[in-house]
Structures are given as C-alpha cells and as structure tokens.
Nanobody, 125 residues
Framework: QVQLVESGGGSVQPGGSLRLSCVASAITLDSYYIGWFRQAPGREREELSCISPDAVSPYYADTAMGRFTVSRDNAKNTVYLQMNRLTSEDTAVYHC??????????????????WGQGTLVTVSS
C-alpha cells in the first residue's frame, strides 16, 4: 500500500524555521512529482511547491517564493520542505502528495493521487 508520511511540524515563533519531511513507502519517489500543500482552519487547501523527479526548476507559489525551499533525496525516498521566516499566516496542516511523472499536469491538488495525513505547523509567539 502506497503511503506518504510527513514529519517535522511543530510549534515555532514568528521568524523561525522548520524543515518538513515526506517519506514514501511502497513506491520509489524517483518517478514521482511531489507537491507540498497546506490547509489552514476555515480556508481552502493551497499549493506551496512542487518538485519533479530530477528536481529541476521546482515550482513555488507566491506565498512560498523566497521563504520555502523544496528538495529531495531519492536515495532516501524523501522530499523536504525547508520553511524560513515563518509568520502566523503559515499556521496550517501541511501535506505532501505524489503523482507519477507520466500523469503530472500542474502544481495543484487535483493533479495528485497519493496524500499523506499531514503535519501541523503552528506559528505563534
């Protein structure tokens, strides 16, 4: 059974940093696009970043550009999201998702097939 598991969430003060991890099982990520998304209470899920299997030219949404960095280690079957200069607006549940590169269309949630359960990030003083 394909499974994605996120970790690295937690509580951080404004201006702080966190690194999220997304580990896959039952699939080898080197054939998959990975997306990072988040959903805050009362808000729609939004895309943050997507990375191709070869990690060339990752996509960043405006809200992530310049503060978040996506990377991957295919040997470890893991994708990361480094988040810097966090604000209270970044408080949300963060999810990673996967889709085989053959089926990838664009960095939006409807394009992804497999989802993790999410990890909570809380930014508060």
């Amino acid at each position: 059974q394909v499974q994605l598991v996120e970790s690295g969430g937690g509580s951080v003060q404004p201006g702080g940093s966190l690194r999220l991890s997304c580990v896959a099982s039952a699939i080898t990520l080197d054939s998959y696009y990975i997306g990072w998304f988040r959903q805050a209470p009362g808000r729609e899920r939004e895309e943050l970043s997507c990375i191709s299997p070869d990690a060339v030219s990752p996509y960043y949404a405006d809200t992530a550009m310049g503060r978040f960095t996506v990377s991957r280690d295919n040997a470890k079957n893991t994708v990361y999201l480094q988040m810097n200069r966090l604000t209270s607006e970044d408080t949300a549940v963060y999810h990673c998702a996967a889709v085989h590169h053959y089926w990838y269309t664009r960095c939006q949630d409807k394009a992804f097939e497999v989802w993790g359960q999410g990890t909570l990030v809380t930014v508060s003083s």
